[in-house]
């Protein structure tokens, strides 16, 4: 059956509890504006899906002390992993032996860009010299949550959170862990706004994935753990299970560094390997959260994938990034949690902005949300570096 | 439960490592605030058109990881994992620093494409047109150990047979003098210089007569000086290895008050040969399969360089190691080693 | 236009990195993708920005960049008649 998934906590554009952004993934409402957050020459030419929280909101929301040297990242972080703990009604973490695998991209750059020309001589910004690293955010949040043990982080790229489900999945599997919480986090930031404008991806308008005349991406931010437990614990501790991590894949494309190859190799591997480890024949899958990130490149190439897959009968699928924007190394685990509430509601959830099928394979994802019976979803990451990773959920 | 055995071990660094056949022979004696590595001809191991992008740190973990698939006679690995604490650092910085000076006009991408943590694993699977699985870890200290903790896992699980595993670190230019320049303030700072380097292994579930056994390893966030002890011998006992059954000890030795716990750790044994090797390869987040590499060597040339005693004396037939690191006392790794 | 040519051969030669080439292995009808110089998508980014920057001349879209990238003769030809500075 799968690793059970006893928790789950995020905090996105579209809410900032699983509440929120279920009301909000029900009601179609998307969460991608103007940026408000961030002082950058781009701000009238990009849309983004920004947490609308500022970072003093943030701090006096999970009661820090007003001077602390969190980024951005950990701060979303560490209200994600915690809201996370507590729907697993977790108190205390040292009953068990409990990990925590986190992800992100960009780290601590959200102040490094801030501050590295004042790290020379002002006091206040060096605090921030130790903060950039990927590892800092996962640090201060195991260390908050008092995970002592197991700790780590995952950087590749946009499939990073996805490899830490699957990390941790594999973790409980060997018996090595017995409570794992797994997910990741990434704010937005100059850095990422600007890349992305280097390469030409990023959308001036709502970005609307698997359409014809896509143009582009838009980015966006997030936090989302899941809490995942072994079946003794769950027998031993009457957990209620919300759904169970059944399937997962990671394979490279090794084709570009940045590109997805024409016929999606590396993604029709991930989801080959995920559909081996769950046991399942394609035709068994449900509805699928794709990546979808409404690039040209990558929604052709995931098409051409998820054909080869499914052989032309592709189940329902849509991107929630039309919802979300593409929330980069947290992608993988906001669209896990998506997944969940959509085997939880059975619930299909809408692929916004999509008018027209693409020419190469006239594909149609789901537009509207839709009530379904839903045993399985499969959902999607692929990232710079041909990182590609699979996951699939299933039923409680 | 499949074993896990190291079948090649590559490391480039502040020495001659990497190209030298000898082992830590000639000494470069490490002083300053930074030291960089000694780079091999990269031109023997990449292709000008992929060299051309590259920043030290792809070079060097690109180069490093071909020779040590070449060195286990592996041409496609099942499976390429690093992990490295600061990425790729220079490219990130020249981004962030053409963002700040052009105000965010005319940026070129090549520079926020090669910043990615996953360069280096990234440009391995290009170069061998490797599908395989593709991981990488950046947790400060343990980077790597992550790395090789989840090679160990693939091959426990028999989900791989053959791993690629490294850890990389460059050394930019100004992330690296601010870090270095709060150590200073610190007067219980690292006794070494910052450096940079990368090194790659194979790992395999197969024993052959050149391979190295990992009998386990263990890592921990935080670790209390006054659980130290414990939780080593916990460690040793969990694997039937006696306290007395280890002959060397090598330790992430860099001088700072942090050291304490490589001395709690020392007390447990006796009349062990101890080691160290930071005053060799420099602090960096990844230093410690520095001393991974050393520690294969050593066992399977059954030598030990003058250069890497610490205290105690240098005895024939060595057949376990035990290697501890931490960084500023946080991110613990325990490696025990056997031939 | 010889020396517009010439200029774009040193330019390419140091924004691409192109150390192994010097200006006079590249001939004015020499593809710069492909076969030829061995260019790719990212290099063609790079030469948009180059585009902009140095000449005035904005391309929004990567698919332009195809036709007017094909050899040093054609992407002279397109400075020449589109330039802003």
């Known amino acids: 059956m799968g690793v059970a998934i006893t928790g789950m906590g995020i905090i996105s554009a579209i809410g900032h509890s699983v509440e929120e952004n279920k009301t909000s993934l029900l009601a179609s409402k998307t969460g991608i504006g103007d940026l408000r957050h961030i002082q950058t020459n781009h701000s009238q030419a990009i849309k983004v899906g920004e947490v609308s929280l500022s970072n003093a909101e943030l701090t006096r929301q999970l009661q820090l002390p007003e001077v602390h040297n969190y980024t951005r990242t950990g701060l979303l972080g560490l209200l994600a992993a915690t809201a996370a703990l507590e729907n697993a009604n977790i108190p205390d973490c040292s009953t ?46 195991a260390d908050a949550l008092r995970i002592h043990g197991l700790v780590t982080t995952i950087s590749t790229a946009c499939s990073s959170a996805a490899n830490a489900i699957m990390l941790g999945t594999r973790l409980i599997k060997a018996g090595k862990l017995d409570r794992v919480v797994v997910g990741g986090t990434d704010a937005l930031s100059k850095f990422t706004i600007n890349g992305f404008k280097t390469l030409m991806i990023q959308s001036d308008s709502l970005c609307a994935p698997f359409d014809a005349h896509r143009n582009g991406l838009n980015l966006g931010e997030a936090a989302a753990y899941l809490v995942l437990e072994s079946d003794a614990v769950v027998q031993k501790e009457k957990k209620e299970v919300l759904a169970y991590l059944s399937g997962y894949g ?12 024409e016929n999606g190799e590396g993604a029709f591997l991930a989801m080959q390997k995920a559909l081996k480890t769950a046991k399942l024949n394609p035709n068994q899958i449900d509805y699928i959260i794709a990546h979808g990130t409404a690039t040209t490149n990558n929604d052709l190439s995931e098409s051409r994938a998820l054909e080869r897959i ?25 669209e896990a949690v998506f997944s969940i509430l959509a085997l939880q509601e059975q619930y299909i959830f809408p692929n916004l902005n999509f008018k027209t099928p693409m020419p190469e394979t006239g594909l149609k994802p789901i537009t509207s949300g839709v009530k379904k019976e839903i045993q399985h979803v499969l ?13 699939i959920f299933s039923k409680a | 439960m499949k074993k896990v055995y190291i079948h090649s071990a590559v490391t480039i660094s502040a020495q001659d490592t990497f190209d030298s056949d000898g082992f830590l022979n000639e000494i470069k004696g490490l002083s300053g605030k930074t030291v960089a590595a000694r780079y091999p001809n990269y031109k023997d191991y990449i292709t000008p058109a992929n060299l051309r992008r ?6 060097m973990g690109v180069s490093a990881a071909s020779k040590a698939l070449k060195d286990a006679e592996i041409t496609q690995p099942d499976a390429i994992i690093t992990g490295t604490g600061m990425g790729c650092i220079d490219d990130t910085e020249k981004f962030l620093n053409a963002i700040i000076s052009n105000d965010e006009q005319f940026l070129t991408p090549t520079a926020f494409i090669q910043s990615t943590h996953n360069t280096v694993g990234a440009q391995i ?52 003098s601010y870090r270095r320049m709060m150590e200073d303030a610190d007067g219980l700072g690292i006794q070494v210089p910052y450096s940079e380097g990368a090194s790659f292994f194979v790992v395999s579930s197969e024993k052959t007569e050149h391979s190295v056994e990992l009998i386990d390893m263990e890592v921990y966030s935080s670790i209390s000086t006054e659980s130290i002890q414990d939780s080593l011998k916990q460690f040793l006992t969990k694997n039937d290895v006696d306290l007395s059954e280890i002959d060397v000890f090598i330790s992430g030795r860099n001088g700072d008050v942090f050291d304490s716990y490589y001395d709690l750790t020392a007390e447990l044994f006796e009349n062990i040969t101890q080691l160290h090797y930071k005053h060799l390869s420099g602090e960096f987040y990844t230093a410690s399969p520095f001393g991974l590499w050393a520690a294969y060597e050593i066992l399977y040339r059954q030598e ?35 031939r | 236009m010889a020396d517009l040519r010439q200029e774009l051969k040193e330019k390419i030669i140091e924004q691409l990195n192109l150390e192994e080439f010097t200006v006079a292995d590249i001939a004015d009808d020499d593809a710069l993708f492909g076969d030829g110089l061995g260019l790719d998508s990212i290099d ?15 391309l929004t879209d990567p698919k332009e960049g195809k036709e007017i990238f094909k050899s040093i003769a054609v992407l002279a030809d397109y400075i020449t008649d589109n330039r802003a500075k």
Not at chain 1, 251 to 261: E, G, K, L, P, V
Not at chain 1, 379 to 391: A, I, P, R, V, Y
Not at chain 2, 323 to 338: A, E, P, T
């Open chain 1, 310 to 334: 499914f052989d032309k009968q592709i189940p329902d699928f849509s991107s929630t990034k039309s919802l979300t924007g593409h929330t980069l190394a947290a992608a993988g685990v906001v």
């Open chain 1, 379 to 391: 959902s999607n990451s692929f990232g710079f570096g041909g990182n590609c990773s699979t996951l």
């Open chain 1, 96 to 141: 068990y032996r409990t990990g925590f695998i986190s992800s992100t991209t960009v780290g601590g750059m959200d102040m490094t860009e801030k501050y590295i020309k004042q790290f020379d001589k002002d006091i206040t910004a060096q605090k921030y010299i130790a903060t950039h690293h990927a590892g800092d955010s996962t640090r201060k949040i």
């Open chain 1, 250 to 261: 990671n394979a490279n494309d090794a084709f570009h560094q940045t590109a997805s190859s």
């Open chain 2, 304 to 338: 030990i360089p003058e250069a890497m005693i610490f205290k105690g004396e240098i005895k024939s037939d060595n057949h376990i190691i035990l290697l501890y690191n931490q960084f500023k006392g946080r991110d613990h790794s325990f490696i025990l080693l056997k």
């Open chain 3, 44 to 58: 063609a980014l790079e030469l948009i920005v180059m585009m902009d920057k140095d000449y005035g001349i904005q």
């Open chain 2, 125 to 176: 699977a290009l170069g061998l047109k490797c599908k395989a699985y593709n991981n990488t870890y950046s947790q400060a200290a343990l980077s790597f150990e992550w790395a090789l903790m989840d090679a160990q896992l693939l091959l426990q699980q028999e989900e791989a047979e053959n791993v690629l595993v490294g850890g990389y670190e460059e050394l930019g230019k100004e992330i690296i």
């Open chain 2, 54 to 59: 590259m920043a030290e740190g792809v070079k």
